[in-house]
Structures are given as C-alpha cells and as structure tokens.
Nanobody, 123 residues
Framework: QLQLVESGGGLLQAGGSLRLSCTASEGVFANYAIGWFRQASGKEREFVTAIAWNGDTTYYTDSAKGRFSISRDNDENTAYLQMNNLKPEDTAVYYC????????????????WGQGTQVTVSS
C-alpha cells in the first residue's frame, strides 16, 4: 500500500510551465508504476500519463504528448510531471496513483489517491 502526496500546483498564464511532484510518505514506492490523472470541474477524472517502476517505460495520452513529461526518482520516493506550454484546458486538479499500464494504455489503477494539487491556467 502507498500513501501519496501531490504538490506543485498553482495559478499561471497560458504558455507557462509547472512541475508537479508525487511523493510517497508510506509504502514501497519502487514497487509500483505511477500514473498522473486530472479532473476538471464538472468532469470525470482522466488518465494523463504513466511511468514504469524503474522509469524505463512511459505512456502518454494524446492530451499529454509533446507538452508533458513524466519522470521518477525512486531514491526520493517521488514521481514528477513536467508540464510545458500549458493551456486553459489543462486547468484541473491533478492526482497521482499507483497503476498498471501497457503499450495500449492504462490497465489498472490502485486506490492510493492523494488529495490532488490544483493547476489553474488563465488565458
């Protein structure tokens, strides 16, 4: 089991960049692939990107390709989401969670949700 804490969100203008962090305060972080999700107001939570337990494999949805980059540091028990060229439609609460995925996308998500971190992009 993991206890995950997201941080790094904020308010910024379109075109800006942010790096989100997902830190495990409990559990064996390196045992799990980690995924980032987001939930805009009034919408369902959507999967964005994932990284394998060792960082060797990643997956990006179309919404993330070319602008977002996922990475991890198992020594720091932390995964990161670097977001560049942000758009107003990226406004959402961003969450991380332990996941399973393959080349076709997300296959399973655990129930280790954190509280999320708000990202607001103004036009």
């Amino acid at each position: 089991q993991l206890q995950l804490v997201e941080s790094g969100g904020g308010l910024l203008q379109a075109g800006g960049s942010l790096r989100l962090s997902c830190t495990a305060s409990e559990g064996v972080f390196a045992n799990y692939a980690i995924g980032w999700f987001r939930q805009a107001s009034g919408k369902e939570r959507e999967f964005v990107t994932a990284i394998a337990w060792n960082g060797d494999t990643t997956y990006y949805t179309d919404s993330a390709k070319g602008r977002f980059s996922i990475s991890r540091d198992n020594d720091e028990n932390t995964a990161y989401l670097q977001m560049n060229n942000l758009k107003p439609e990226d406004t959402a609460v961003y969450y991380c969670n332990a996941v399973r995925f393959n080349s076709d996308g997300l296959t399973y998500q655990y129930n280790y949700w954190g509280q999320g971190t708000q990202v607001t992009v103004s036009s």
